[in-house]
DNA sequence: CTGAAAGCGCTTACAG
DNA sequence: CTGAAAGCGCTTACAG
C-alpha cells in the first residue's frame, strides 16, 4: 500500500551512525564527499547502503533551486521520427544526473489545424512544465514564428529547439541541413534524368517545411531546372493522409512530373498510396524521394529513396547544448548536422 | 540566464493581495477553494495571473509526501510498439495532474544478453525513479521471473506492469491475449489449408515469448495439427535480425513448412529478410503471420497479416489501474485485451 | 572536520 | 473564514 511507503532519511541514517544530518549529506554527496573524514564518509555510506537510503531529490531540489528534471515536448511521440531523438536525449541526460519528463503535444494529424496542436494547448504544456521546476526545456514543436517561445522567454527558461527551429532569434536549436538533404534529392534525381520534378512540401510555419521547399528550389535552380508553380503543393501535415491528398493535386495539376520529391517519409509513403490508387507504377511512371529515413522504409514496396537524417545526433546534441545553457555557457547557435541520400529503389531514370 | 530566473512565490502573492500565504495556498487548490471567502478568492486568482504565479510542485510535493510524477520504465522508445502505449499512458496521467518520467533501458537488441538489459542497469533505473519520488512505477520491461520486481516490492511502491508481465503473484498487469491471439493466426492458416506450420517464438523469459508459444502449441493441438519440435525456434531477440536468422534455422531444420507464425512483426519482417535471401516468395512457397501489427507492415512488400495488439489501450488501462493502486485500491489482477486479426498479403494457401 | 541553524516553498492541523 | 506555526527533507553558509 502507498501509505504505508517506509522513507527512510538522512537524520535516520545520521541517527544510525552517531553524526549530525549536514554531515551525512557531506558524505552523500561526491562533490563535498572530501569534506568529511575518510573514515565517517565510509561509515555515512555503509549506514546508507544498509538501509537503502537515497536522497530525497525533491528535498534536496527545493534547497538548490534545481530539479535536475528537463521537459521535453514533442508533437507526436507516435511519429517514428521522435524517438530516436528522445533516446538521444535520455542517454545524454542520464550520464548528467538529469531525467526527461515527456510531455506529447498530441497528435498532428487530424487535428483542426493540421501540422500544429494549437497554441493554447502548447503553451499549457510548457507552463506546466515549468511550474514542475524543470530546469531546462528542449522543444520539438517549435513553429516558425512561436507565441510559446515568447513565454519561454519571459520565464528566462534555458531551451534548446530540436529538428524544428524558430526564426525569432536568441534560441539554439539542432538541426539537420535541409539545403544540402534537398541538393542531394534533387542532384540524385537529375542525374537518372528527370527534368520535371515536383516537390511536396511539408506545412509552411514548421522551418522543416519552408526550409526543404527552400532547398528544393535552389537545387532546382543549381541544375537549370524549371520549378512551376503548380509542380509545388504544400501538405496539411507531415502525414501519411496528407502526403496522398498532396499527391493527388500534383497528379492533376502538373500531369507531366516524373519525379516527386517529398518534404519527409511519410509523406512519401501517402504519395505511393495515390500512384497505387491512379495505377501508376513507382518507380516505373513516377520516382519518389523522402526525407528522414525512418525505421522499415527500406522494407516498403518499393524500398524508398530517402535523405538520412542524424536523429539520435539530435537528440544528443541538443541536450548537450541545454546542459551547456544550463550550465551558464553563452547561447543562442544553432548546431546543423548534415544528411545523407540514401538510394534505394524508388527512383529510377524516367521512361 | 539560468541564475536570473524570477520565481514567484506563494507569498509575493500574498503580499500583493494582502492576505497570509496560507490563503494564498487554499485559493489556489480548487480542493480547499471553497475554504476561503468567494472574493478574496477571485482576488488571490487574479494576482496569480497578473505575477504569473503557479505553485513550485517540489515544493508541494515536499509537503504532501507526493511527486505526482511516475516512473515509466520501457525497454527500447525506438521500438515502434511502445510509443502508442505510452501515449495511451500520457493522456490518462495528464488527466488526473501526473506527469511520466520516462526511463529507457536501453537497446534490447545487440546486447550480450538479447531481449533483456541486464538486471543491474534495469534496477539501478528503478532505484533512481524511486530516489526520484515517483509515486508509481509502469514497467514494460518485466521479465517472467524479475528481480526488480522484488525491488519494488521492498519498496513498497504502487506497480502495474504492461505488455509483459510476471509469474510472480502481486502485480497487477495489462496484457494482450496471447493465446486468442495466436488461435486466431492457427485458425487462419489451417483454414487457407496449412498443415506444417512453423513458430518463431520471441524470448522465453518474457511473458511474450511464453505465452505466445503456449498459445501456438494449444491451436494447432485444437486443430489436431501437430508441432513436431523442429517446427519451433526461439528468437534470440525480438528483432529483425533475430528473426532473420531464427528463419534460416527453421529453413534448415524443418524444410516441410509452409507457413511461419512469428511472435511479433519485427521478427516477422526478419523472416521476410531470410526468405528473399533464400529465393523463397512470400506467400506463395511460405505463409507468415506477425504479432502487433506495428506502423507501415501494411506497406511492406507483401503487406504483412498480423495480430493487431491494442496498444494505445493498453497504456491508459495500465495508468488507470496504477491511478486506483495509488489511491489505495486493492492491487493484484490483471487486465486482458482481446486482439483482432488482420488478414493481408502475406498468407495464402499452400502451393 | 563537524555541528547547529536557517531556509528552500509549500500545506495543513490548530486556534480563533 | 483567516492567520500563525510547524514541518516535509534536504543543503550550505557560519562558527568553532
Redesign the interface.
Known sequence: ???????VTASDVAKLVGVHVSTVSRAMNPQTRGLVAGDVAQRVLAAAASL?Y??????A??RT?R?F?IGVVLPD??N?V???I??GI?EVL?AEGY??????AGPEAGRPEAGRPEAGRRETVV??L????V??LILATSLRHDPVLTLCR?????VVLVNRVTEDSGFSGVVSDDQRGMKLAVDHLAALGHRSIGHISGPLELSTGHGRLQGFRQAMAQQGLAVPADAVTTAAAYSRDAGREATNRLLTQAPGLTAIVAANDLLA?GC?DALAAAGLDCPGDMSVVGHNDM???D????PLTTVRIRHHEMGTEAARLLLR??A?AAEGFDLVLRPDLIVRASTAPPR
Open positions: 500500500m502507498a501509505s504505508e511507503r517506509s522513507r537503502g537515497a536522497p530525497n531529490s525533491l528535498a531540489g527545493l533551486r530539479s528534471t511521440i507516435t517514428p521522435f524517438p530516436p528522445l533516446r535520455q542520464e531525467v526527461p519528463i515527456v510531455a506529447d507552463e506546466r515549468i511550474a514542475r521546476q530546469d531546462g519571459a520565464r528566462q527558461i534555458p509513403l505511393y525505421p522499415l522504409v522494407m516498403v514496396d518499393p545553457q544550463i551558464g
